[in-house]
């Protein structure tokens, strides 16, 4: 999964048919048909995959479980590279703690991220809506991961899952993964960020690991495609939380990961 370092600036783009993120997104025959072969692919392995995970998991340790699990997300970005010709570049692999959990931030764009981002920051635990925990394979594998489901409508007990469950993870080295975004956003946009993740940092004093991505170029969320292309990920130093309130951690990350987007950017509408 090694890579060359990513630029900061650049879209996707490829003469199969992806385009700049928020113009229209048509696409050839040929990707069309990758796309849906990768669908197709990735369910089989899907199925094929989790009754052996279901079968060997009372066995494993949690560290030999997680491995396990993801076995899918190495050959899901095996198919992209090799199917759906998508690239993946990283920079900044060397700001990732070795030593202690953190509380990973990320931008939200597209289920890649999920997928990727448990490879190369591991092992972790994902704060997610508890509904995904329903989908068949995928939300069974999940649940073996240690996540910290929560119910987005709770508001206030939904913090306290976070900081609860999430400060246990931290104290056993286990990395937090949190979208402040709350859901997907666009190709090209950053959407308004939540504290859940700042608020767990501060509450348990453990720094935040940035991280930016343009993933939504190549793999739109509720989309079967799979546009060839780049996706690029940046990395950043961890930030301190020590003697910063929720907001103004949450802004901090919020703004390192809107200057160092690697994507090009959808600009708003201007007002009227």
């Keep these: 999964m090694q890579h060359p370092t990513a630029a900061k600036t650049g879209s996707a783009s490829s003469p199969d048919g992806a385009q700049a993120p928020g113009s229209a997104r048509p696409a050839s025959l040929p990707v069309r048909i990758r796309s849906v072969i990768f669908v197709i692919l990735s369910g089989l392995l899907a199925v094929l995959h989790a ?4 079968l060997t998991a009372p066995f494993l340790s ?3 479980r997680y491995r396990f699990v993801n076995i899918w997300s190495v050959v899901i970005m095996w198919l992209l590279r090799h199917l759906n010709r998508v690239r993946i570049e990283v920079e900044g692999r060397e700001h990732i703690p070795k030593d202690r959990g953190v509380v990973v931030m990320s931008n939200h764009q597209s289920p890649w991220e999920t997928f990727y981002l448990q490879l190369l920051v591991s092992p972790q635990a994902t704060i997610l809506k508890k509904e995904l925990l329903w989908i068949p394979f995928f939300g ?3 649940a073996l991961l240690k996540p910290i489901a929560i119910d987005r409508s709770a508001g206030t007990q939904a913090l306290k899952i976070i900081v609860k469950e999430g400060a246990a ?9 949190i979208f402040p975004e709350g859901t997907r956003q666009p ?4 959407g308004h960020f939540n504290s859940g993740g700042a608020m767990l940092a501060t509450r348990s004093g453990a720094d935040v690991l940035p991280v930016a ?8 969320a509720r989309s079967v495609m799979r546009y060839p292309g780049t996706i690029r990920l940046v990395i950043g130093a961890p930030i301190p939380s020590s003697g910063k309130s929720a907001k103004a951690l949450t802004a901090e990350v919020e703004r390192w990961i809107t200057a160092h987007y690697p ?9 009227a």
Excluded: K, Y
Aim: proline letters at 12%; aromatic letters at 10%.
């Design 140 to 142: 069974w594998g999940l």
């Design 51 to 54: 009754p052996l995970v279901f």
């Design 263 to 271: 994507g090009e950017r959808v600009q708003p509408p201007a007002a």
């Design 169 to 177: 993870r931290l104290a056993d080295g286990i990395s937090v993964m």
């Design 187 to 190: 190709p090209g946009t950053i």
């Design 62 to 64: 949690f560290e030999q």
């Design 213 to 220: 991505h343009n993933s939504g170029d190549c793999w739109p």
